[in-house]
């Protein structure tokens, strides 16, 4: 496994790997990832297999606001360079890669990278059945999350670093 900033030419793996885990509602369209890969330097990470083929990713800007707000969905903030809170928009993993441990990786090279320039926490909103991963992941439930995305009920979680 090798972990790797997003590339535009990442874009149809990223896609494929999006739609196989989230709903049409939940799932981002092309034009936003495109969006994201070209605004989220440093923050947007993917991890690739020895065959060099994307099979998960981790995306989200280092922003002053503490939470995800749906808003910023519509429209990728600009990170900070410097400080402020990291943010997680999605991290998704190919359903052939799941429970090898590989979302807890893209979790732990993100804060390796938000550590790095001094952010307070990494923040992002989970359904309810995901909120004992991010846990394990010395994340805390912060309760229910102002947000309709999707037209589910988010919760947000958070872990200072």
């Given at each position: 496994?090798?972990?790797?900033?997003?590339?535009?030419?990442?874009?149809?793996?990223?896609?494929?790997?999006?739609?196989?885990?989230?709903?049409?509602?939940?799932?981002?369209?092309?034009?936003?990832?495109?969006?994201?890969?070209?605004?989220?330097?440093?923050?947007?990470?993917?991890?690739?297999?020895?065959?060099?083929?994307?099979?998960?990713?981790?995306?989200?800007?280092?922003?002053?606001?503490?939470?995800?707000?749906?808003?910023?969905?519509?429209?990728?903030p600009d990170n900070l360079l410097v400080?402020?809170?990291?943010?997680?928009?999605?991290?998704?993993?190919?359903?052939?890669?799941?429970?090898?441990?590989?979302?807890?990786?893209?979790?732990?090279?993100?804060?390796?990278?938000?550590?790095?320039?001094?952010?307070?926490?990494?923040?992002?909103?989970?359904l309810e059945d995901r909120i004992p991963?991010?846990?394990?992941?010395?994340?805390?439930?912060?309760?229910?999350?102002?947000?309709?995305?999707?037209?589910?009920?988010?919760?947000?979680?958070e872990k200072i670093i």
């Open positions: 496994m090798k972990f790797d900033l997003a590339e535009l030419s990442d874009l149809d793996e990223i896609m494929t790997i999006e739609k196989q885990g989230f709903n049409e509602a939940e799932a981002g369209s092309i034009e936003s990832y495109r969006e994201r890969i070209q605004k989220l330097y440093k923050t947007f990470l993917v991890v690739r297999n020895d065959e060099n083929k994307v099979i998960g990713f981790i995306c989200g800007p280092a922003v002053s606001a503490r939470f995800v707000e749906d808003d910023m969905y519509e429209k990728t400080g402020g809170h990291q943010l997680v928009f999605t991290i998704a993993i190919s359903p052939n890669f799941r429970g090898q441990g590989i979302g807890s990786k893209l979790l732990k090279k993100l804060e390796e990278n938000a550590k790095e320039d001094k952010r307070e926490s990494i923040a992002l909103t989970c991963f991010y846990e394990k992941n010395g994340f805390k439930n912060m309760g229910q999350a102002n947000s309709n995305h999707g037209n589910e009920v988010w919760f947000n979680m």
